[in-house]
């Protein structure tokens, strides 16, 4: 994707799916803010309305989809993001992966360190306005249970960071311990997540206002 009206259009074509602006906001790696912003714009030019005038939020949109799409190129960057995580912890034998994009990412870091695999689907995917303090995640019964176990905890990007403390509260309160997460892309530059390091393959970092 090249601009913001490419963005538009995406979040427009998804919308139309039937997708939660919490889904989309986790498909184009964005902020829900940014997600609503750019469903709102496409709703006022596909009803030739004047567009909504809020204002563009700050946020960097991540597209990493040539690697995704390629099976080898997402092992050798879910192999790296292993190696990240592969002296954090000798008891872990559990990878959690954040759906969506999270969770083949953490196939493969679970492949590579010789665990099991859980998901968690988070909160925002049911997400369309209002306090998402409502609402609740869950783990996925076709993989492994918490079980009270040492894990890891893989996603493709940090944009505020409320995803992944959101995951590892879970994790907790099914008795796991996080040990340690990793993600592709960090755009918030954080070092750890609800006192759990945060490790990441790329870290974008803003410079000046964004004016």
Not at 92 to 119: H, N, Q
Not at 144 to 168: H, K, W
Request: hydrophobic share 35%.
């Amino acid at each position: 994707m090249k601009n913001v009206d490419d963005l538009i259009d995406s979040a427009a074509g998804l919308a139309e799916r039937g997708l939660s602006k919490g889904e989309i906001a986790d498909e184009l790696n964005v902020s829900r803010e940014t997600a609503s912003w750019l469903v709102e714009r496409a709703d006022g030019a596909q009803t030739e309305r004047e567009p909504v005038e809020t204002a563009s939020p700050h946020d960097i949109h991540v597209d990493w989809s040539a690697l995704g799409r390629d099976s080898d190129r997402l092992a050798h960057t879910g192999a790296s993001m292993a190696d990240l995580l592969s002296k954090r912890g000798e008891d872990v034998d559990l990878t959690v992966g954040i759906e969506k994009a999270g969770a083949p990412l953490a196939t493969v870091v679970a492949r590579e360190l010789d665990t099991d695999l859980a998901t968690y689907a988070p909160r925002k995917h049911q997400w369309e306005e209002g306090d998402i303090e409502e609402l609740g995640g869950s783990f996925s019964r076709n993989f492994a249970g918490i079980r009270e176990r040492e894990c890891y905890v893989v996603d493709d990007t940090i944009t505020s960071g409320t995803t992944m403390e959101e995951t590892v509260k879970a994790i907790r309160e099914q008795g796991g311990t996080p040990v340690a997460c990793v993600v592709l892309v960090d755009k918030q530059g954080v070092d750890e997540v609800a006192g759990v390091p945060v490790y990441s393959l790329l870290q974008v970092l803003r410079v000046g206002n964004g004016e």
